[in-house]
């Protein structure tokens, strides 16, 4: 199994990493934290070795199961707005190819990411690189249910496009807490990212800039055999 192999991070590598990072902060990414945090973690080992020279574009890449790796712009901009402290607990909505997942515990997040395609699930059972993030721990599961006996948590990232906000994601948030969701806007063609806060009276949800994400579908998958 190829994700189990472990793969080399060079200087070619790291170059084309460093470029991507200052396209990212180009478009208007400021928070150093984050783009340090991505600049350390080889993407390259997410994809296929096949499609390696995709790997620092700027762009979504598909992963299998018909998911994808997110724009590399994309995670540090939901990054950018969880506010990510040391030691944060963040529940992820779709682990998919974990990248997002070591981003945040490279910024010193305990992450606990639910993922409901088992495809993806196992694939990931098998990947060398997760070893360096202990802190990171994966489920098997609808990830619109929350992990009760986990919470309650600081934050909360969805990462694929949502109808609606989830309820019981909401209950599982510290007071203060923050959710980033992108959310489906009328024709369900593109999402608008909200920030949510969750106050003692309520929640304050604010719209910001619109994207283009993969459904988050309920419920879970086995795929095939």
Do not use: W
């Amino acid at each position: 199994m190829l994700h189990s192999i472990e793969r080399i991070d060079n200087y070619l590598h790291k170059g084309l990493r460093k470029a991507l990072i200052d396209e990212v902060r180009k478009k208007g990414i400021t928070n150093e934290a984050v783009l340090e945090a991505m600049n350390k973690i080889p993407r390259h080992f997410f994809l296929d070795p096949a499609f390696e020279s995709y790997a620092y574009k700027d762009e979504a890449f598909r992963i299998g199961a018909g998911q994808t790796i997110s724009q590399p712009y994309t995670v540090a901009y939901q990054t950018q707005l969880l506010e990510v402290k040391r030691f944060d607990k963040v529940y992820e909505v779709g682990t998919g190819s974990a990248y997002q997942a070591c981003v945040l515990a490279e910024m010193g997040a305990m992450v606990y990411t639910v993922e409901r395609q088992k495809e993806l699930y196992d694939y990931n059972n098998h990947f060398f690189y997760l070893k360096k993030y202990p802190q990171i721990k994966r489920f098997y599961g609808d990830g619109f249910k929350g992990l009760p006996s986990y919470a309650p948590f600081d934050k909360a990232i969805i990462t694929a496009a949502a109808p609606y906000i989830p309820q019981d994601i909401i209950d599982q948030l510290k007071v203060g807490g923050i959710l980033i969701v992108p959310l489906d806007n009328d024709d369900g063609t593109r999402q608008v990212m909200n920030k949510v806060i969750k106050h003692k009276d309520g929640l304050e949800i604010v719209p910001l800039d619109e994207f283009q994400f993969v459904p988050m579908l309920q419920g879970k998958e086995r795929g095939k055999g």
